[in-house]
């Protein structure tokens, strides 16, 4: 088992991909390259949890740690929105930016507090292909004490560059998960946003 | 899905059940769902109230003096094992009926070997070499003979289910040869070991099961949407299944 980390890298595809027809004679090779490029961004962002893992910091030094390892591989805003569910379309920029901001610290710490699951475990990819208008990259986790399990990574480059939006554990996925979390929390502040952003920044 | 190709076997089988179960669906699996049907939301969400309280004051403390810290012990493995054990002649049963004979195979060698090799079980020796178990039920038996899953349904103490998987649990229970075979008092044996191993798990996922029920906002509703997504995997969900949504579309 190779000690793969657990997030994703290669920041830089350019979005002079996007560009005109000529493009069309070139798609297969194009699209291939996206699969390894999407394969490496995994690859990375893995290595990089288990680095910080391994660092042997404190507990809220690696929350830092995961929040920059989480910003720079996965596309927050949209991860946001997602999260936010119906109530994105009536916020206004200003709370969106400051959802997007607090949630992303929410996550790396709710997440983050599970670290200790993933000591001496491995996590490694085995395959990327194209789905719809997204890759997915599938790895297989082995934890300690566990049977091993299905681990997907979605990942786009509709943002400009390669980033993940979802994470699927054995059929559970992230984005869903999330946004029935923060629709309850939003609930129990009568819908409200800015309510829910400051309490946020404290869970 | 491929075990489709196993289907006529499955007819052959004497039982009226089963015969009359094929004819009634079109022997092809049920579509997987994406949606969620949950017309008794207020009734199931009594029962989770009810199972929160159990696992507050009883299973959880119990759960926990026997995890203890880290890694699962060896008699919780051997509990594990042994009640997993037991429930490889249900899994041969069910991947016949479902037509599976290289799975039904698998679970037979496995039981095989594990009985004695593995001490009764208490080991695993089969998993050590490569052979994996081939987990199934007759929830899964419905699916394949094309059973929607109905409406979720949250059960006292068993917890998470479908309308479909409650029926599978029953005939489970009423067709285990298990439970045919032995007579009490050895048949407690297997419910104790069963009931002893799903405490086991409750400590081995502790941080999981904690993070579910009392960490998040509504505790209901995430352990429903993670049964029913982590049910429809099991089910068959393949790798590049394109039914997840994709944020960009919008």
Same mark, same amino acid.
């Given at each position: 088992?190779?000690?793969?980390?657990?997030?994703?890298?290669r920041?830089?595809?350019?979005?002079?991909?996007?560009?005109?027809?000529?493009?069309?004679?070139?798609?297969?090779?194009?699209?291939?390259?996206?699969?390894?490029?999407?394969?490496?961004?995994?690859?990375?962002a893995?290595?990089?949890?288990?680095a !910080?893992?391994?660092?042997?910091?404190?507990?809220?030094a690696?929350?830092?740690?995961?929040?920059?390892? =989480?910003?720079?591989?996965?596309?927050?805003?949209?991860?946001?929105?997602?999260?936010?569910?119906?109530?994105?379309r009536?916020a206004?920029?200003?709370?969106m930016?400051?959802?997007?901001?607090?949630?992303?610290?929410?996550?790396?710490?709710?997440y983050?507090?599970? =670290?200790?699951?993933?000591?001496?475990?491995?996590?490694?990819?085995?395959?990327?292909?194209?789905?719809k208008?997204? #890759?997915?990259?599938?790895?297989?986790?082995?934890?300690?004490?566990?049977?091993?399990?299905?681990?997907?990574?979605h990942?786009?480059?509709?943002?400009?560059?390669?980033?993940? #939006?979802?994470?699927?554990?054995?059929?559970?996925?992230?984005l869903?998960?999330?946004?029935? @979390?923060?629709?309850?929390?939003?609930?129990?502040?009568?819908?409200?946003?800015?309510?829910?952003?400051?309490?946020?920044?404290?869970? | 899905? /491929?075990?489709n190709?196993?289907?006529?076997?499955?007819?052959r089988?004497?039982?009226?059940?089963?015969?009359?179960?094929?004819?009634?669906?079109?022997?092809?699996?049920a579509?997987?769902?994406?949606?969620?049907?949950?017309?008794?939301?207020?009734?199931?969400? @009594?029962?989770?109230?009810?199972?929160?309280?159990?696992?507050t004051?009883? $299973?959880?403390?119990?759960?926990?003096?026997?995890?203890?810290?880290?890694?699962?012990?060896l008699?919780?493995r051997?509990?594990?094992?042994?009640?997993?054990?037991?429930?490889?002649?249900?899994?041969?049963?069910?991947?016949?009926?479902?037509?599976?004979?290289?799975?039904?195979? /698998?679970?037979?060698?496995? =039981?095989a070997?594990?009985?004695?090799?593995?001490?009764?079980?208490?080991?695993?020796?089969?998993?050590?070499?490569?052979?994996?178990v081939?987990?199934?039920?007759?929830?899964?038996?419905?699916?394949?003979?094309?059973?929607g899953?109905g409406?979720?349904?949250?059960?006292?103490?068993?917890?998470?289910? !479908?309308?479909r998987?409650?029926?599978?649990?029953?005939?489970?229970?009423?067709?285990?040869?298990?439970?045919?075979?032995?007579?009490?008092?050895?048949?407690?044996?297997?419910?104790?070991?069963?009931?002893?191993?799903? $405490?086991?798990?409750?400590g081995?996922?502790?941080d999981?099961?904690?993070?579910?029920?009392?960490?998040?906002?509504?505790?209901?509703?995430?352990?429903?949407?993670?049964?029913? /997504?982590?049910?429809?995997?099991?089910?068959? /969900?393949?790798?590049?299944?394109?039914?997840? @949504?994709?944020?960009y579309?919008?």
């Amino acid at each position: 088992m190779p000690n793969d980390p657990l997030f994703l890298t290669r920041r830089s595809f350019g979005a002079g991909l996007a560009a005109g027809a000529g493009y069309l004679a070139l798609a297969l090779p194009v699209r291939a390259l996206t699969v390894d490029q999407a394969r490496a961004l995994v690859d990375k962002a893995i290595s990089e949890v288990n680095a !910080t893992i391994g660092s042997g910091k404190s507990e809220s030094a690696m929350f830092v740690d995961f929040e920059r390892i =989480f910003s720079r591989y996965s596309d927050v805003p949209v991860i946001a929105r997602s999260a936010l569910g119906v109530a994105a379309r009536s916020a206004s920029k200003a709370q969106m930016a400051a959802f997007t901001d607090a949630y992303q610290g929410y996550v790396s710490r709710k997440y983050g507090r599970r =670290f200790r699951e993933f000591i001496g475990g491995t996590i490694e990819v085995t395959d990327a292909r194209p789905v719809k208008s997204y #890759f997915e990259v599938s790895s297989v986790a082995y934890l300690k004490g566990e049977a091993p399990f299905d681990l997907r990574w979605h990942v786009s480059d509709k943002s400009g560059k390669q980033l993940f #939006f979802n994470i699927i554990i054995e059929g559970v996925n992230m984005l869903a998960s999330e946004r029935t @979390e923060i629709g309850a929390l939003l609930d129990k502040r009568g819908g409200n946003i800015d309510a829910l952003i400051e309490d946020l920044k404290r869970i | 899905m /491929q075990r489709n190709v196993y289907l006529p076997v499955a007819r052959r089988t004497t039982l009226p059940l089963v015969a009359g179960l094929i004819a009634l669906s079109a022997c092809a699996p049920a579509p997987v769902p994406q949606d969620l049907n949950d017309p008794n939301e207020a009734a199931n969400r @009594e029962v989770h109230a009810f199972n929160k309280a159990i696992d507050t004051s009883l $299973v959880k403390p119990i759960s926990g003096v026997f995890a203890g810290d880290g890694e699962p012990g060896l008699v919780s493995r051997g509990v594990a094992n042994f009640a997993d054990n037991l429930s490889e002649p249900s899994r041969v049963v069910n991947s016949l009926l479902q037509g599976n004979i290289p799975d039904a195979a /698998q679970s037979t060698l496995r =039981f095989a070997f594990n009985s004695t090799v593995g001490l009764a079980g208490i080991l695993d020796p089969s998993t050590a070499l490569g052979v994996e178990v081939k987990d199934t039920d007759f929830g899964e038996t419905l699916h394949v003979w094309g059973v929607g899953e109905g409406a979720y349904v949250e059960l006292p103490l068993a917890g998470p289910s !479908t309308e479909r998987d409650v029926v599978g649990m029953a005939v489970d229970y009423v067709i285990n040869p298990v439970s045919i075979l032995l007579d009490p008092p050895e048949s407690y044996v297997a419910t104790a070991a069963g009931l002893a191993s799903k $405490v086991g798990d409750r400590g081995r996922y502790s941080d999981t099961v904690d993070s579910i029920l009392y960490d998040s906002a509504d505790s209901y509703a995430q352990a429903r949407l993670l049964y029913l /997504q982590n049910r429809r995997y099991e089910l068959g /969900q393949t790798v590049g299944d394109d039914n997840f @949504e994709d944020p960009y579309a919008e």
